[in-house]
């Protein structure tokens, strides 16, 4: 069974403050794992996917297999980064099907 | 590029109502997928869609819903007869293969508010 657990269903932070959002997953195989976004009245929009090892917007997120974790991660908050965070595990169920099971999110506020 | 739609944004209706609602994928995504969050819960995994085949229905809750995709185009879900429990957010993602070039990652729709009263 593939789960995923956001601990902090808050978070609240000061601009210019580092902020980490936590991510643990449980999974068999081989993760493939997602950070997904939801501004304040948008979509679901993706931020981050572990295989690209990107930054966006700032924020980086590595893989550690050895604590099965994927935080998130920016040195420095801005305003604009308030939102709710969703971690995500894309967990292969054969052929080529895949579906994402998410956590319960974490709802980031950067105060001024 | 048009994203994933979905329709309605908002359906209220009450116990027992039948309530359909649509999904249109990103044109040429073959994935077609059915999420939905209910009131303090995690988004919930309900089925998959490759073109017009069903391949993984093991998230949907009961015989009340009904996923269709005629022609392997738009998706609808329907609720059939609608109960309490059944309120929350459901979210429509699409794919595109892997097999034919996509990255495997899914964009999703800005989801239809579905509230029984």
């Known amino acids: 069974a593939q789960r995923v657990t956001q601990p902090e269903k808050l978070l609240s932070v000061f601009k210019g403050a580092p902020v980490e959002l936590k991510c643990n997953y449980s999974?068999?195989?081989?993760?493939?794992l997602f950070w997904y976004v939801q501004y304040s009245r948008q979509r679901l929009q993706l931020l981050l996917r572990?295989?690209s090892r990107e930054s966006i917007k700032g924020f980086t997120a590595d893989l550690n297999k050895g604590e099965t974790s994927f935080h998130l991660k920016k040195p420095f908050a801005q305003e604009e980064d308030s939102a709710m965070y969703y971690c995500?595990?894309?967990?292969?169920?054969?052929?080529?099907?895949?579906?994402?099971?998410f956590g319960k999110g974490t709802l980031l506020t950067v105060n001024p | 590029e048009a994203g994933v739609t979905q329709f309605p944004s908002h359906s209220v209706i009450e116990k027992g109502q039948t309530v359909t609602l649509r999904c249109d994928p990103i044109?040429?995504?073959?994935?077609l997928y059915w999420y939905r969050r209910v009131m303090g819960k995690e988004i919930k995994f309900l089925l998959h869609?490759?073109?017009?085949?069903?391949?993984?229905e093991s998230g949907m809750p009961n015989n009340r819903f009904l996923a269709e995709r005629t022609g392997g185009t738009y998706s609808t879900l329907k609720v059939q007869p609608a109960e309490l429990e059944d309120s929350g957010v459901y979210f429509c993602?699409?794919?595109?293969?892997?097999?034919?070039?996509?990255?495997?990652?899914?964009?999703f729709g800005a989801g239809t508010r579905l509230s029984v009263l």
């Open positions: 993602a699409s794919s595109q293969d892997i097999r034919t070039g996509g990255r495997n990652i899914q964009y």
């Open positions: 999974y068999s195989g081989s993760p493939e």
């Open positions: 869609f490759v073109k017009e085949s069903k391949q993984d």
């Open positions: 572990h295989i």
């Open positions: 995500a595990l894309n967990g292969y169920s054969g052929g080529s099907n895949y579906k994402l099971t």
């Open positions: 044109s040429g995504h073959d994935n």
